[in-house]
């Protein structure tokens, strides 16, 4: 019979001493009346031999005579499947074990089954009966709120990341899990290590928990294919086939368990080693080996419990290799498995104590497999903390002492699922967007083994801005007007098409910016509109699959009008009190807004007028809103608007203001288009209507005079430099493009953290840098910073490396150089030369 293991996904600790939950409550029949098969059963069970324990209970089975004993027994069955993972089976054992009256636990052993085989909505009907009868059980509404929590995220995925099996070529039928990067500094990604319990393991003893060979360390190589030569070179990129990963040595692979572990920069391999001697109970232990070209020297012991039978194992080390985690059940462990960590004491050359990582991220349950990368997060693996089935993958913050800070975060679906997912790494960078994990869950797509290896992708983001530019006048659309978009590095125009659409697209947008889109043409007024990328929420994007990979896209509207220069914009909120041309907070903020719409439209001049109802008479209605008209253009000149650009006029009551085409402002539900709003008209309206009316006939606009205005000094500065003078040519001449800098890489960074540092977007750093795909940064590579800035003489003396695999020889036959110039001209770079790389020749 063929189980997914629970112990291939533990890291093959066989020392625990309790179970994952509580156990046997009906536990009551005194041993001296068991029968022997019973006892056996029993002493296996505690053993953790699950697969014989299970054998001798079904036997015991037939020889109980009580229901209790019964009951008893078909639990431990139930838990045997469990811990076996036969969940199915788990669940018809636990309910057979309830008709036995064997206790409440049964039907909270249910639902946490049904769970792990993601029956959420059955786990709650199990979970709800359990409250009736054993209320104030703390567990419970945890379970249920993580089961409707897991039933909306597999609806929903809430997360930007895919997981990919990686195929038949790496996974087997067996158990394969516990990535970790197994390559040289700098160049980490390019060899991964996992376990394995596949038939070319040397370890063919059986686990009596599972009845499973035991696992070995196997790695997998980058491999390239390069076609072509010098920059004619392309590349394609894929894993080897896995190998054990000491050869025929058995160095670190031995005929015990094998389980996790790290490289660390020095190419020393932590890993974890289990041994398995009959009769005796030997916890795991944490070993290293120093990988010396392609092979390992003689192992030396790291780190083990003092009591032999204790576990610790599954090292993780932090970025400068000064703190060891892992996990283990040693003294002082709250649950079954807990996180340490210790610190490296270079005076006697041992590692310290270790400290246990608290309850923040250690509970009742088993916390493993920790992976510390160098965004700041642990990610780590906890049956205990709440989660979709089996052990799920959470990251918590890292403090700069090392321990945890703030509390875990699940990673949700499709990183976790119901089954059993841990061992989650991500490459060196930053930013925690690709890498690998391990996963139980049948149910993923093309899931082959007992556990299988998944690609983990942080699927990106892209943006589109659109839109359709349209005539406030009529709606009718603006054709070719310009349109720009502000807000990254340079300046990105385009023009409306006859229909008034234009858009900007996801190759000219990136993520947390904040744009400004102006608009303009001529005849109208220049317009202005705001769009980010900042904190824009997953539920607005769309995902769309494409061959070239998949992204998210979110596509911002702006559906813009433009007011024509033909038509006076009335200005509603610049009002004044009866007979009075003093201005008011709200009228001095309506004036703001003339101020933007001249600073926008430097070359219009305008006509500012002020208008009255009939309640006066002509001549002092005409002084009234002249006065008022002056006040506005001073108000306007004070905010430094050219008086030369100003025309104030009092018209009176001169000009009744007529409804235009879809107007929709004050009182629009009262007048209908195009009508004027005369005296004779008014005096024949309700007494409200003539108040209405009468307050939009006292009214402020502007209206545009000339659209080719250039001011007085611009003018002066065009007349003095047209001349082509020989010696005073100054005020036309062209500064030019800034000196380029250049940004030297230390340690391990990315795009992304240089963009940060050095405040350019990743994209225009790429584009500064050959625009070259898949470049990892290598500590000592110097790159180009400066957009627009002069890189003449720099290109003059540098070239750059674009593809992988060249070395020396290769670029001095492209450039009929002399190697060996090549190479002392560059003393620091040897062998392969990575891609981005650029490298002196003069």
Same mark, same amino acid.
Request: aromatic share 10%; glycine share 8%; charged share 30%.
């Given at each position: 019979?063929?189980?997914?293991?629970?112990?291939?996904?533990?890291? =093959?600790?066989?020392?625990?001493?309790?179970?994952?939950?509580?156990?046997?409550?009906?536990?009551?029949?005194?041993?001296?009346?068991?029968?022997?098969?019973? =006892?056996?059963?029993?002493?296996?069970?505690?053993?953790?031999?699950?697969?014989?324990?299970?054998?001798?209970?079904?036997? %015991?089975?037939?020889?109980?005579?009580?229901?209790?004993?019964?009951?008893?027994?078909?639990?431990?069955?139930?838990?045997?499947?469990?811990?076996?993972?036969?969940?199915?089976?788990?669940? !018809?054992?636990?309910?057979?074990?309830?008709?036995?009256?064997?206790?409440?636990?049964?039907?909270?052993?249910?639902?946490?089954?049904?769970?792990?085989?993601?029956?959420?909505?059955?786990?709650?009907?199990?979970?709800?009966?359990?409250?009736?009868?054993?209320?104030?059980?703390?567990?419970?509404?945890?379970?249920?709120?993580?089961?409707?929590?897991?039933?909306?995220?597999?609806?929903?995925?809430?997360?930007?990341?895919?997981?990919?099996?990686?195929?038949?070529?790496? /996974?087997?039928?067996?158990?394969?899990?516990?990535?970790?990067?197994?390559?040289?500094?700098?160049?980490?990604?390019?060899?991964?290590?996992?376990?394995?319990?596949?038939?070319?393991?040397?370890?063919?003893?059986?686990?009596?928990?599972?009845?499973?060979?035991?696992?070995?360390?196997?790695?997998?190589?980058?491999?390239?294919?390069?076609?072509?030569? #010098?920059?004619?070179?392309?590349?394609?990129? !894929?894993?080897?086939?896995?190998?054990? %990963?000491?050869?025929?040595?058995?160095?670190?692979?031995?005929?015990?368990?094998?389980?996790?572990?790290?490289?660390? !920069?020095?190419?020393?391999?932590?890993?974890?080693?289990?041994?398995?001697?009959?009769?005796?109970?030997?916890?795991?232990?944490?070993?290293?080996?120093?990988?010396?070209?392609?092979?390992?020297?003689?192992?030396?012991?790291?780190?083990?419990?003092?009591?032999?039978?204790?576990?610790?194992?599954?090292?993780?080390?932090?970025?400068?290799?000064?703190?060891?985690?892992?996990?283990?059940?040693?003294?002082?462990?709250?649950?079954?498995?807990?996180?340490?960590?210790?610190?490296?004491?270079?005076?006697?050359?041992?590692?310290?104590?270790?400290?246990?990582?608290?309850?923040?991220?250690?509970?009742?349950?088993?916390?493993?497999?920790?992976?510390?990368?160098?965004?700041?997060?642990?990610?780590?693996?906890?049956?205990?903390?709440?989660?979709?089935?089996?052990?799920?993958?959470?990251?918590?913050?890292?403090?700069?002492?090392?321990?945890?800070?703030?509390?875990?975060?699940?990673?949700?679906?499709?990183?976790?699922?119901?089954?059993?997912?841990?061992?989650?790494?991500?490459?060196?960078?930053?930013?925690?967007?690709?890498?690998?994990?391990?996963?139980?869950?049948?149910?993923?797509?093309?899931?082959?083994?007992?556990?299988?290896?998944?690609?983990?992708?942080?699927?990106?983001?892209?943006?589109?801005?659109?839109?359709?530019?349209?005539?406030?006048?009529?709606?009718?659309?603006?054709?070719?007007?310009?349109?720009?978009?502000?807000?990254?590095?340079?300046?990105?125009?385009?023009?409306?098409?006859?229909?008034?659409?234009?858009?900007?697209?996801?190759?000219?947008?990136?993520?947390?910016?904040?744009?400004?889109?102006?608009?303009?043409?001529?005849?109208?007024?220049?317009?202005?509109?705001?769009?980010?990328?900042?904190?824009?929420?997953?539920?607005?994007?769309?995902?769309?699959?494409?061959?070239?990979?998949?992204?998210?896209?979110?596509?911002?509207?702006?559906?813009?009008?433009?007011?024509?220069?033909?038509?006076?914009?009335?200005?509603?909120?610049?009002?004044?009190?009866?007979?009075?041309?003093?201005?008011?907070?709200? !009228?001095?903020?309506? =004036?703001?807004?003339?101020?933007?719409?001249?600073?926008?439209?430097?070359?219009?001049?305008?006509?500012?007028?002020?208008?009255?109802?009939?309640?006066?008479?002509?001549?002092? /209605?005409?002084?009234?809103?002249?006065?008022?008209?002056?006040?506005?253009?001073?108000?306007?000149?004070?905010?430094?608007?050219?008086?030369?650009?100003?025309?104030?006029? #009092?018209?009176?009551?001169?000009?009744?203001?007529?409804?235009?085409?879809?107007?929709?402002?004050?009182?629009?539900?009262?007048?209908?288009?195009?009508?004027?709003?005369?005296?004779?008209?008014?005096?024949?309206?309700?007494?409200?209507?003539?108040?209405?009316?009468?307050?939009?006939?006292?009214?402020?606009?502007?209206?545009?005079?000339?659209?080719?205005?250039?001011?007085?000094?611009?003018?002066?500065?065009?007349?003095?430099?047209?001349?082509?003078?020989?010696?005073?040519?100054?005020?036309?001449?062209?500064?030019?493009?800034?000196?380029?800098?250049?940004?030297?890489?230390?340690?391990?960074?990315?795009?992304?953290?240089?963009?940060?540092?050095?405040?350019?977007?990743?994209?225009?750093?790429?584009?500064?840098?050959?625009?070259?795909?898949?470049?990892?940064?290598?500590?000592?590579?110097?790159?180009?910073?400066?957009?627009?800035?002069?890189?003449?003489?720099?290109?003059?003396?540098?070239?750059?490396?674009?593809?992988?695999?060249?070395?020396?020889?290769?670029?001095?036959?492209?450039?009929?150089?002399?190697?060996?110039?090549?190479?002392?001209?560059?003393?620091?770079?040897? #062998?392969? =030369?990575?891609?981005?790389?650029?490298?002196?020749?003069?």
């Amino acid at each position: 019979m063929k189980y997914t293991r629970l112990a291939s996904l533990l890291a =093959l600790f066989l020392c625990l001493n309790f179970s994952l939950y509580a156990q046997s409550e009906g536990d009551t029949e005194p041993e001296s009346e068991l029968s022997e098969e019973h =006892l056996d059963a029993k002493e296996l069970f505690a053993a953790r031999r699950y697969t014989l324990a299970l054998e001798m209970y079904q036997e %015991a089975y037939s020889e109980a005579e009580s229901d209790e004993e019964k009951g008893e027994i078909t639990f431990k069955i139930a838990e045997c499947y469990r811990f076996l993972e036969d969940y199915r089976r788990a669940e !018809s054992q636990y309910e057979r074990a309830q008709r036995f009256e064997y206790g409440p636990e049964a039907i909270y052993m249910q639902g946490i089954v049904l769970m792990s085989q993601g029956e959420y909505e059955d786990a709650i009907e199990k979970f709800q009966e359990y409250q009736q009868v054993r209320p104030g059980d703390n567990r419970v509404e945890e379970r249920i709120l993580m089961a409707r929590q897991a039933v909306e995220w597999m609806d929903n995925p809430p997360t930007r990341y895919q997981v990919t099996n990686m195929g038949r070529d790496v /996974n087997s039928r067996q158990s394969d899990h516990g990535p970790a990067w197994g390559g040289r500094r700098g160049r980490e990604t390019e060899s991964l290590l996992f376990l394995s319990q596949r038939e070319e393991a040397t370890g063919r003893d059986e686990d009596g928990w599972t009845g499973t060979d035991f696992a070995d360390i196997f790695v997998m190589e980058q491999e390239r294919r390069t076609t072509g030569r #010098g920059r004619n070179r392309t590349e394609e990129i !894929s894993w080897s086939s896995p190998v054990q %990963a000491d050869g025929d040595e058995e160095v670190i692979n031995t005929e015990d368990h094998e389980s996790g572990m790290v490289m660390d !920069s020095r190419g020393n391999l932590y890993y974890t080693t289990c041994p398995r001697v009959r009769r005796a109970h030997l916890g795991c232990a944490i070993w290293s080996s120093r990988k010396s070209g392609s092979n390992f020297q003689t192992p030396e012991l790291v780190y083990a419990a003092s009591d032999s039978s204790y576990s610790v194992g599954q090292p993780a080390l932090n970025a400068d290799g000064s703190i060891l985690y892992f996990a283990g059940n040693i003294p002082g462990t709250k649950g079954n498995f807990d996180l340490w960590m210790t610190t490296f004491n270079r005076r006697e050359r041992a590692w310290n104590e270790p400290t246990n990582l608290g309850s923040l991220v250690n509970t009742d349950g088993q916390e493993l497999w920790p992976y510390v990368h160098d965004d700041g997060y642990m990610y780590f693996a906890s049956d205990g903390l709440p989660g979709l089935g089996g052990l799920d993958i959470f990251r918590v913050k890292l403090g700069e002492d090392g321990m945890p800070e703030g509390e875990p975060e699940n990673m949700k679906w499709p990183i976790n699922s119901p089954g059993h997912d841990f061992g989650l790494i991500f490459e060196p960078g930053g930013e925690a967007a690709n890498g690998y994990m391990s996963s139980s869950w049948e149910e993923r797509d093309d899931h082959r083994g007992e556990t299988d290896l998944y690609e983990v992708y942080l699927v990106p983001l892209r943006y589109t801005i659109s839109g359709v530019l349209a005539s406030t006048k009529d709606r009718s659309p603006v054709a070719q007007a310009t349109v720009t978009l502000t807000g990254g590095d340079n300046p990105i125009t385009v023009n409306t098409d006859a229909d008034g659409y234009y858009e900007f697209n996801m190759e000219q947008l990136d993520e947390d910016m904040n744009y400004t889109i102006s608009y303009s043409k001529q005849k109208f007024f220049a317009n202005e509109a705001n769009a980010t990328t900042v904190g824009v929420p997953l539920s607005a994007f769309d995902k769309v699959e494409d061959d070239e990979g998949d992204y998210f896209i979110h596509n911002i509207t702006l559906n813009v009008g433009m007011d024509p220069i033909e038509v006076p914009i009335v200005l509603p909120n610049v009002l004044f009190e009866t007979g009075k041309w003093d201005l008011s907070d709200s !009228s001095r903020a309506a =004036l703001d807004t003339v101020v933007n719409i001249l600073e926008r439209n430097p070359n219009i001049t305008i006509e500012l007028r002020s208008h009255t109802d009939y309640t006066d008479t002509d001549e002092r /209605n005409r002084i009234l809103s002249q006065k008022r008209a002056d006040t506005c253009v001073s108000y306007l000149i004070s905010k430094g608007i050219s008086a030369d650009r100003l025309t104030p006029v #009092g018209r009176g009551e001169d000009e009744p203001f007529i409804i235009p085409e879809g107007y929709d402002g004050l009182y629009s539900d009262q007048f209908t288009d195009g009508q004027e709003l005369s005296e004779a008209w008014i005096k024949r309206q309700s007494a409200q209507l003539q108040r209405d009316a009468n307050q939009l006939n006292r009214r402020t606009d502007m209206k545009v005079l000339r659209d080719d205005y250039v001011p007085a000094e611009t003018a002066e500065s065009n007349d003095a430099g047209g001349g082509g003078n020989e010696e005073g040519g100054g005020n036309t001449a062209q500064a030019g493009p800034p000196p380029g800098e250049l940004y030297t890489i230390e340690g391990n960074t990315n795009y992304g953290r240089v963009a940060r540092d050095v405040r350019v977007s990743p994209r225009v750093l790429q584009q500064l840098n050959g625009n070259l795909r898949g470049v990892r940064l290598v500590d000592g590579m110097v790159i180009k910073i400066t957009p627009d800035g002069d890189y003449t003489e720099f290109d003059r003396t540098h070239y750059l490396v674009k593809t992988r695999g060249l070395e020396f020889d290769d670029i001095a036959d492209e450039l009929g150089m002399d190697e060996d110039v090549l190479e002392d001209l560059n003393p620091d770079w040897e #062998g392969e =030369l990575p891609m981005g790389l650029y490298i002196r020749i003069e």
